[in-house]
């Protein structure tokens, strides 16, 4: 096992080198040395330091302060940004989420300590050299999520990790350990007191793995899912998720099927997605993705359903349909979308001025979303075709003077 056989390592190896010949110590820490370990594609790597911030800063030329009162500073190299982050200690959880102090310190040791699992709290020198203060070789070898030190406590000064343990389990198919998994039961209901966007990254990251299923099962079986936003009493749809026979599930497809379940009118999946904190994107796309699995559930592709749903969105309800044996293909909804005569309203060959010079209108009025609507469903149902001459001459007979 070798840092050099790692691009994303070797890469940020020059950062590493100049703190260390500056004096200082530097590490790559936290999940990337564990998907290393694992022979997983790593993401992004982080370093820790014995740098403070301020002198990460003068060795070198080009930083950015991106988190510095969490001592973390973006060291630039090669067009490319490094997150340093100097050793430190967290202390006083007062509220289950923030630590009200920050300290800085010289210690590799004190700095691991505060990481959440054992798995997480590894550290690798430039020379290879792999630090394992907690026996996170060891619990890698047994698959199994174990807390740095005391579970209670630790799930106590910051209740998110209670999460990360379940979210860890979907994404590495370990078990977690015995004592971390009695803690959660326990502590459960503090996660409500974490921000709610903390929750979602978790939540998010937990439908998307490969162990969804038993992810999703410890989510239920621990009581975790009560603690957030408007989940409790849904643990039997949970489970349904779980089982949903999907290999991959969408973050998309996670709601579509949830708020399916509930039967929730738009306006109730608009209140449970607001209170998830989703973005107003996010929103609009469960919302249309709902109402087109709804009606491709009754019936085939067409003109009308293409036409409301974007291509990504209806492929996505298209591959709920072929797991549940409701579809054989996505080739019907590829041959629908591809002959569709009008992707919005823009694409109609007739506009507002167009509408104004025919009908010889003094002023805009409502009359012109009248026509546009007309055509543009007569369009859809193929009963007209989007040429500028026919539509002018449509628009004349039907909406011309005196009718
Ligand atoms: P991912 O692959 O999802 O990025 P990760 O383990 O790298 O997983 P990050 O959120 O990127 O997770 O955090 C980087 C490291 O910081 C973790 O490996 C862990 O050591 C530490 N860490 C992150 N969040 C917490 C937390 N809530 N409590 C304690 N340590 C944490
Ligand atoms: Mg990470």
């Given at each position: 096992m070798s840092i050099q056989k790692e691009p994303l390592f070797l890469e940020a190896l020059p950062v590493m080198q100049q703190l260390v010949d500056a004096g200082y110590e530097a590490y790559f820490v936290g999940g990337s040395v564990r998907d290393m370990l694992l022979h997983k594609p790593i993401s992004d790597v982080d370093i820790a330091t014995s740098a403070t911030p301020q002198e990460v800063k003068e060795i070198f030329s080009h930083t950015v302060d991106v988190g510095i009162e969490h001592g973390t500073v973006m060291v630039i190299h090669h067009k490319e940004g490094y997150e340093v982050t100097t050793f430190r200690t967290e202390e006083g959880y007062e509220d289950f989420?923030?630590?009200?102090?920050?300290?800085?310190?010289?210690?590799?040791?004190e700095d691991l300590k505060r990481r959440d699992f054992t798995i997480n709290a590894l550290a690798i020198g430039i020379d290879d050299q792999l630090i394992d203060f907690f026996d996170g070789i060891?619990?890698?070898?047994?698959?199994?999520?174990?807390?740095v030190g005391d579970a209670k406590e630790r799930f106590n000064e910051d209740a998110l990790r209670m999460f990360r343990a379940v979210r860890f389990v979907g994404q590495l198919g370990f078990q977690i350990e015995e004592n971390t998994k009695n803690a959660i039961s326990l502590l459960k209901m503090n996660l409500s007191k974490v921000a709610v966007e903390r929750m979602k990254v978790e939540f998010e990251k937990?439908?998307?793995?490969s162990y969804r299923k038993d992810a999703l099962k410890l989510f239920v079986e621990t009581g975790l899912y009560q603690a957030c936003p408007l989940f409790d009493g849904k643990g039997e749809i949970l489970l349904k998720l779980a089982e949903f026979p999907i290999k991959e599930m969408s973050v998309l497809q996670a709601w579509i099927l949830f708020v399916d379940e509930l039967k929730l009118s738009d306006k109730e999946v608009t209140h449970l997605l607001k209170s998830w904190k989703s973005s107003n994107e996010q929103i609009?796309?469960?919302?249309?993705?709902?109402?087109t699995y709804r009606a491709r559930k009754e019936e085939e592709w067409n003109f009308f359903l293409a036409y409301d749903c974007s291509y990504e969105v209806a492929s996505e309800v298209e591959q709920l349909l072929i797991a549940q044996n409701k579809s054989t293909s996505i080739k019907g909804l590829e041959a629908t979308y591809q002959s569709l005569p009008i992707r919005s309203m823009n694409d109609i060959q007739l506009n507002g001025h167009d509408i104004i010079r025919i009908l010889k209108l003094e002023k805009k009025g409502?009359?012109?979303?009248?026509?546009?609507?007309?055509?543009?469903k007569m369009i859809l149902e193929q009963s007209i075709e989007n040429d500028a001459e026919i539509l002018e001459a449509y628009v004349l007979t039907h909406f011309g003077s005196g009718k």
């Amino acid at each position: 096992m070798s840092i050099q056989k790692e691009p994303l390592f070797l890469e940020a190896l020059p950062v590493m080198q100049q703190l260390v010949d500056a004096g200082y110590e530097a590490y790559f820490v936290g999940g990337s040395v564990r998907d290393m370990l694992l022979h997983k594609p790593i993401s992004d790597v982080d370093i820790a330091t014995s740098a403070t911030p301020q002198e990460v800063k003068e060795i070198f030329s080009h930083t950015v302060d991106v988190g510095i009162e969490h001592g973390t500073v973006m060291v630039i190299h090669h067009k490319e940004g490094y997150e340093v982050t100097t050793f430190r200690t967290e202390e006083g959880y007062e509220d289950f989420r923030h630590p009200d102090k920050v300290t800085f310190v010289r210690s590799l040791e004190e700095d691991l300590k505060r990481r959440d699992f054992t798995i997480n709290a590894l550290a690798i020198g430039i020379d290879d050299q792999l630090i394992d203060f907690f026996d996170g070789i060891g619990d890698l070898e047994r698959q199994c999520i174990r807390c740095v030190g005391d579970a209670k406590e630790r799930f106590n000064e910051d209740a998110l990790r209670m999460f990360r343990a379940v979210r860890f389990v979907g994404q590495l198919g370990f078990q977690i350990e015995e004592n971390t998994k009695n803690a959660i039961s326990l502590l459960k209901m503090n996660l409500s007191k974490v921000a709610v966007e903390r929750m979602k990254v978790e939540f998010e990251k937990m439908i998307q793995s490969s162990y969804r299923k038993d992810a999703l099962k410890l989510f239920v079986e621990t009581g975790l899912y009560q603690a957030c936003p408007l989940f409790d009493g849904k643990g039997e749809i949970l489970l349904k998720l779980a089982e949903f026979p999907i290999k991959e599930m969408s973050v998309l497809q996670a709601w579509i099927l949830f708020v399916d379940e509930l039967k929730l009118s738009d306006k109730e999946v608009t209140h449970l997605l607001k209170s998830w904190k989703s973005s107003n994107e996010q929103i609009r796309d469960v919302l249309v993705g709902y109402k087109t699995y709804r009606a491709r559930k009754e019936e085939e592709w067409n003109f009308f359903l293409a036409y409301d749903c974007s291509y990504e969105v209806a492929s996505e309800v298209e591959q709920l349909l072929i797991a549940q044996n409701k579809s054989t293909s996505i080739k019907g909804l590829e041959a629908t979308y591809q002959s569709l005569p009008i992707r919005s309203m823009n694409d109609i060959q007739l506009n507002g001025h167009d509408i104004i010079r025919i009908l010889k209108l003094e002023k805009k009025g409502p009359i012109i979303g009248q026509v546009l609507k007309t055509v543009e469903k007569m369009i859809l149902e193929q009963s007209i075709e989007n040429d500028a001459e026919i539509l002018e001459a449509y628009v004349l007979t039907h909406f011309g003077s005196g009718k």
